[in-house]
């Protein structure tokens, strides 16, 4: 390959990368990913000198996409007022009873397996509704790529036992939107409030303003924001 043809492709890459929509979503290729990571990485700290400092000292972006599809989703009212741990043991019976996770197989397990692995009554029922709508609606999960942000959340809450927040991280890490903001999450607000200096309640509108130079790069501002709490964890429990 010639060296025109390599500066080409690259340029090309970039332009891809560099073509950010409203509803747009991380590429499934690393190179154009990486890219308009950084893309992002640059706009951010030009627009903003608070989040500026926060991303200088965490360094690149890892966001990544992750799996999704019902196991996810089954995994994530699963988890719901719950332990990581004691989430990942009752997933871990429930697959013993019945194999891998998928919506047969939960469509088919009945009150007393449920039971034995732990499961409430209400995220049975939850658990059965998500099992039941994906039966119902085999491109259910696929088809949530072709929708807007607010169309894929207003899809995925209109199954019992997924909530708006819920929506938003499914949004974020398995679809990719790079412009999602989960006002109700307790860590972003958190975060917020101890970056800028405002009160973690304060009012949607207060935190959508502070988050206007943001656009279209809301979720990536998001993951540096988990990722600042995440560090200021592992310093505090450190020896």
């Not at 891809?16 to 992002?40: F, I, K, S, Y």
């Not at 926060?54 to 799996?67: D, I, T």
């Not at 207060?206 to 130079?213: C, R, S, T, V």
Request: charged share 25%; hydrophobic share 50%; net charge positive.
């Amino acid at each position: 390959m010639s060296t025109g043809s390599v500066a080409n492709g690259n340029r090309e890459t970039r332009a891809r990368a560099g073509r950010v929509t409203a509803h747009a979503a991380l590429p499934q290729d690393e190179a154009e990913a990486r890219a308009l990571l950084q893309q992002a990485r640059r706009r951010l700290m030009r627009g903003d000198p608070r989040l500026a400092r926060v991303m200088k000292a965490l360094g690149p972006c890892g966001y990544v996409r992750r799996p999704g599809g019902f196991a996810t989703l089954f995994q994530a009212i699963l988890r719901q007022q719950l332990s990581g741990k004691a989430a990942a043991t009752i997933a871990a019976r429930l697959e013993a009873l019945c194999g891998n996770i998928t919506a047969e197989g939960v469509a088919s397990l009945d009150d007393a397996v449920f039971a034995a692995a732990g499961v409430s009554r209400q995220k049975r029922d939850y658990l059965r509704g998500l099992a039941a709508a994906a039966l119902a609606a085999p491109g259910l999960f696929a088809g949530l790529e072709q929708l807007s942000d607010e169309a894929a959340i207003e899809a995925l809450t209109a199954v019992k036992g997924i909530g708006r927040w819920t929506a938003e991280m499914y949004l974020m890490f398995s679809l990719g939107r790079l412009d999602v903001l989960p006002l109700g999450d307790a860590s972003i607000r958190a975060a917020i409030a101890e970056i800028y200096g405002i009160s973690r309640e304060a009012k949607p509108a207060k935190l959508i303003a502070l988050a206007e130079p943001w656009r279209p790069f809301r979720s990536v501002a998001c993951w540096y924001f988990y990722a600042h709490l995440d560090r200021a964890r592992v310093r505090a429990e450190a020896p």
